[in-house]
């Protein structure tokens, strides 16, 4: 359940309101991104919207592509409230909220948030229009009445997980973006890793057996076959089986394949959620990170061994480079998989998997105001 409520925005001028755009770069680098906004706020270079619900439409601004647009719901929602509470395990949660919308992913499995949205898309007329980088970007006010109580009565009925740092109180802006989108693309974060004593890719083969099979693989990984090849490899690996990219110097790869039926309850670093235990991410953290490897708390930010990296090509390239020592590839987690995360109400291993696309720093701004626990 999810109360995804009307918020009062503030915006940047259009320039046919007569003023000049405020980089979002200025607020991102901002000491006190709060305190900046409310001084924009109080010298009148930001507009204040009444509170409403908000539509915003990402189409790709190639004319020529054929990706289905995706539209997401902006709204307000309490970090206190009743089932996310207890969702963000890490100790270290923020605060204040980011001043940029946190991506809610919505288990919306028969598609009527997705529909609702593209009706309030397509029978209202936008109230801004731009382009920002590769993304055209257009934004509707949802009119109180019945859409919005149409909206509230379905979110209260799917299942939702902010993919994001919540804050430890008050009120963050949400951009809910149901994973029934056809446009929505996930993509994975990757794992470099450094500064192991006493590694070699002979040693660590050998120990890695008692828990994963290793393929051999067909082409150089610095070579665009060979990491093609590599990548249809990993991606189909059959459902219930879970597997990682080893990456090893000279572009050197290796499919290492998860074994089935281990007793993941007799391994201590294995996560205790079933759920979780479906996530490549949390086996690799578990099984090779931690068990074979050594490396405690994998998954803590900034950690001085292990790094995420968003390209697989450059991974391949770092790891030939003498940057890292192996790196490992994953899968995006499936849309199952996450949908069973969000039922079960557990938390992702962090920088698991990006949402593409989110929605800009500077879109929409939540009033400052309206921080304190409402």
């Not at 915006?11 to 305190?35: T, V």
């Not at 209260?156 to 929505?184: C, N, Q």
């Not at 192991?196 to 990984?221: C, K, M, S, W």
Request: aromatic residues 6%; negative net charge.
């Amino acid at each position: 359940m999810a109360h995804v409520l009307p918020f009062r925005a503030l915006r940047f001028p259009s320039p046919e309101e007569g003023a000049e755009r405020i980089e979002a770069p200025e607020l991102r680098n901002a000491p006190d991104p709060w305190a900046t906004l409310q001084r924009w706020a109080n010298a009148g270079e930001l507009v204040s919207e009444p509170p409403a619900l908000y539509v915003v439409e990402v189409r790709d601004a190639d004319p020529y592509s054929r990706r289905p647009p995706v539209h997401l719901l902006v709204g307000a929602m309490h970090a206190g409230e009743e089932g996310l509470d207890a969702l963000e395990r890490a100790p270290a949660r923020p605060a204040r909220a980011p001043v940029q919308p946190v991506p809610v992913l919505a288990a919306d499995d028969h598609g009527v948030l997705r529909a609702l949205l593209a009706e309030i898309a397509a029978e209202g007329i936008a109230v801004w229009e731009a382009q920002n980088g590769p993304w055209r970007w257009r934004m509707w006010r949802v009119p109180g009445g019945a859409l919005t109580r149409r909206l509230r009565t379905v979110l209260e009925e799917i299942p939702v997980r902010p993919h994001g740092p919540l804050p430890e109180d008050g009120t963050f802006l949400a951009a809910v973006v149901p994973l029934s989108e056809p446009g929505l693309k996930l993509a994975p974060y990757h794992r470099g890793l450094k500064g192991l004593h006493n590694f070699t890719p002979e040693r660590f083969l050998a120990l890695v057996r008692d828990y994963a099979r290793i393929y051999e693989l067909e082409g150089a990984l610095m070579t665009r076959a060979g990491l093609d090849a590599a990548r249809e490899r990993l991606a189909t690996i059959s459902r219930g089986q879970h597997g990682v990219l080893l990456i090893l110097p000279g572009g050197q790869g290796k499919l290492l394949r998860f074994r089935q039926g281990m007793e993941l309850d007799h391994i201590p670093a294995a996560p205790r959620s079933p759920t979780l235990r479906s996530l490549d991410l949390a086996l690799l953290n578990a099984l090779v990170l931690r068990t074979v490897l050594g490396i405690p708390d994998p998954e803590a930010p900034g950690h001085p061994n292990v790094y995420a990296v968003t390209e697989l090509e450059d991974l391949v390239a770092q790891v030939d480079a003498g940057v890292f020592q192996v790196g490992f590839g994953l899968n995006p987690p499936p849309v199952w998989e996450l949908r069973a995360v969000i039922e079960a109400a557990q938390s992702l291993p962090p920088k698991t998997v990006r949402v593409d696309p989110v929605p800009p720093l500077g879109l929409l701004f939540l009033d400052p105001s309206t921080q304190r626990r409402g």
